[in-house]
């Protein structure tokens, strides 16, 4: 029977975190939850959520991954618990970590959760920061293979900016040595730490491709992914980069120049007719939905990795 593999890190704050075979063995374990071949039990066990920014998806599928599992969340709301006001992250994790058996940290910096990783003694997630979203990654990566099989020849094109959620799919590319092409308008690439850290590991360089221009970069692409313009702090920002990523819809126009066989993906939540159409998303092309279920079968099997 397949079991959950022992992750090597305690923590999974970045993609980097766990090795290919680690994150192949997630989406693995991650099928099989989802097709109902595998029921693992971790009795009593509880994942706390603190959520310095809003969600739905990552929350949800979080709590419903963990009932199923047959342990429970706590939802940390920061404005009704001491963190609102202020109590150090350091005093937060230390005691947290003497209830929960795991904590699933929303929040804007990179550094917070590391210091939150770094005082508790329980294994950290990271459900979103401004750097990463590692979480989304999986359940697009599920989405992918669940699509064409494996990850061999396979193109994803991202078109817009290069966010939280283009940097985690950036560091995904490198493990899987899997071609990405980000194209995103000037001045809005993604973080070049980022770019370095990939650029480390990937097998063959040249598979990691960063412009401005979205027509030339889905030409043999199998996968189209988006996401928002502006993401979570940035609204004082709108306005100015609505305007700036003018020419950076995904629509049919952009859709039919990429492979025949190509998907569209988009992490959810879309401001439909400004990155993506509304069309688009509810065509054919769209594994937007399967997407976001997958959420739920991938973390599934992140805990179950991290319980193990
Ligand atoms: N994709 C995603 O993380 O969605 P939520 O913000 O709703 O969690
Ligand atoms: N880039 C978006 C992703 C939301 C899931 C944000 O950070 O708001």
């Known amino acids: 029977m397949l079991k959950p593999i022992r992750l090597v890190n305690k923590n999974f704050l970045s993609s980097l975190d766990i090795s290919k075979e680690e ?13 109902k071949t595998l029921e693992i039990q971790f009795k009593d066990k509880v994942l706390g959520l603190i959520f310095d920014k809003s969600s739905t998806r990552t929350r949800v599928s979080f709590q419903v991954a963990m009932s199923r599992l047959g342990g429970t969340t706590i939802d940390l709301n920061p404005n009704s618990s001491q963190i609102g006001r202020g109590e150090p992250v350091k005093d937060t994790a230390r005691v947290l970590s003497k209830y929960c058996d795991v904590l699933a940290i929303r929040t804007f910096k990179q550094s917070v959760i590391e210091e939150y990783a770094k005082w508790s003694t329980k294994p950290v997630i990271n459900a979103l920061t401004d750097i990463e979203h590692p979480c989304q990654a999986l359940a697009d990566f599920l989405t992918i293979k669940e699509e064409f099989g494996n990850f061999k020849n396979v193109v994803l094109t991202f078109v817009g900016d290069g966010n939280n959620v283009a940097n985690s799919l950036i560091l995904c590319g490198a493990l899987l040595n899997l071609e990405i092409r980000i194209a995103c308008p000037r001045g809005y690439e993604p973080n070049e730490n980022i770019i370095q850290k990939a650029l480390q590991i990937y097998e063959d360089k040249s598979l990691l491709k960063i412009n401005n221009n979205p027509e030339s970069c889905v030409i043999g692409a199998n996968v189209i992914y988006t996401d928002v313009w502006s993401s979570m702090g940035e609204e004082n920002h709108k306005e100015e980069k609505d305007k700036d990523f003018l020419g950076f819809s995904i629509n ?33 092309k769209s594994r937007i939905f399967e997407q976001a279920e997958n959420r739920l079968h991938a973390q599934q099997a992140l805990l179950a990795c991290l319980f193990s």
């Not at 994150?23 to 097709?35: E, R, S």
């Open 23 to 35: 994150f192949l063995g997630i989406l693995d374990l991650a099928k099989n939850f989802k097709n």
């Open 252 to 284: 049919k126009n952009l859709v039919s120049k990429a492979n025949k066989d190509a998907i569209v993906l988009h992490c959810l939540p879309a401001y439909r007719d400004k990155e993506i159409t509304d069309e688009i998303i509810e065509s054919n």
